[in-house]
């Protein structure tokens, strides 16, 4: 699968390889390329017999080092990608279960996925073999989020059957259960000591300490209290993605002027994860860059970005701080841990990274 040089490319680099480790740099300086970030190149699917309905992409994730970037697929595939090169390198079939939110673990070769078919088990699968090494089995509804502890084995599921679980990738049998109304997302704090739950339907996010998950959580976040400045219909409504910044207080709302993706909230596309008609649930359209000052999000058209330490309204509102041009709808986007670049996708997978000529 060869990769597609994009319209934006610079006439020099139409028709060669980008070699991306010449163009990566680490995230301590972030705050001097942010607003120079460019759609890069363009990876485009040449396995699809049928270009004029091309499958979606559901989600995006790197492994540790940055070097791999996994996509999951609405026609049932993984897509893994080497960063640096900027290709393409493998592709895995999971028809019989179907697949999304893939997630590396924390050996690369390895990577655990929610099914969307047969059962609503989390299968844990060996990517340079395409083997299964264990099923994670006990949800009774559709998975709706995948958080891996960012130092162990441990991961957090959540499912439309209103349980959050605890387990060990070691071991088949969940180790710990919260039962709470919608608990749709969960996200672990960059320490892994505390994880919180996102319950869209209350308007609420539950932190729990890790080593005490089984006691009640030791805060609760009312949004729709603290957000009362802010239309009450959208504060509980549009919820995909849960994730801790580096200080953990609450800063300021987000706006989003070009408006949302095509995507349906968490929760919102029944059992199977659409609604019927082709709508997909989004994993996350938007996510802070890995120093937590910066957030991008995608939208139909263009990227936004906002520096939080930006001054917010009265109303604790904050608008975009640069606006990242793109043609095409981002409704997936994920932050690399380790270098400076971002992907974003709907249908199609680019590459950003900044303009050294901007």
Not at 324 to 349: C, I, Q, S, Y
Request: charged content about 25%.
């Amino acid at each position: 699968m060869s990769s597609t040089p994009m319209d934006l490319d610079r006439p020099e680099r139409n028709g060669t390889p980008l070699n991306i480790s010449r163009s990566t740099a680490p995230v301590s300086n972030l705050s001097d390329v942010m607003s120079s970030f460019r759609p890069t190149k363009l990876l485009r699917r040449e396995d699809i017999k049928d270009h004029r309905q091309p499958p979606h992409v559901l989600s995006i994730d790197y492994n540790d080092d940055g070097e791999l970037l996994m996509t999951s697929a609405s026609d049932e595939t993984i897509q893994i990608y080497n960063v640096r090169e900027g290709k393409h390198e493998k592709s895995l079939v999971s028809k019989k279960y179907g697949v999304k939110l893939a997630r590396f673990t924390h050996t690369s070769s390895s990577i655990i996925y929610a099914s969307t078919k047969q059962n609503n088990a989390i299968r844990y699968l060996a990517t340079h073999d395409n083997s299964f090494i264990r099923y994670f089995e006990g949800h009774e509804g559709a998975i709706t989020s995948l958080a891996v502890h960012p130092g162990s084995d441990n991961f957090i599921s959540c499912s439309q059957d209103n349980t959050v679980r605890l387990w060990d990738t070691q071991t088949k049998n969940w180790q710990g259960q919260l039962l709470l109304r919608s608990p749709y997302l969960a996200a672990y704090d960059p320490s892994g000591t505390v994880f919180a739950v996102g319950c869209p339907s209350s308007g609420s996010i539950l932190l729990y300490d890790v080593r005490h998950y089984d006691k009640a959580p030791f805060a609760t976040v009312d949004v729709v209290d603290q957000g009362r400045a802010i239309d009450p219909n959208h504060v509980v409504r549009g919820w995909t993605k849960l994730e801790f910044s580096n200080d953990g207080t609450l800063k300021a709302y987000l706006r989003r002027l070009g408006g949302a993706t095509r995507r349906l909230a968490v929760g919102e596309g029944g059992m199977s994860g659409t609604n019927g008609s082709g709508e997909y649930e989004s994993s996350g359209d938007c996510c802070f860059a890995p120093d937590g000052r910066f957030v991008i999000s995608g939208s139909r058209q263009d990227v936004v970005a906002w520096d939080t330490l930006k001054t917010p309204s009265s109303e604790k509102t904050l608008e975009p701080t640069w606006t990242l041009p793109e043609k095409r709808e981002a409704a997936v986007v994920g932050f690399n841990p380790r270098f400076n670049f971002f992907a974003t996708a709907d249908t199609d997978l680019l590459f950003w990274l900044p303009d050294p000529h901007a």
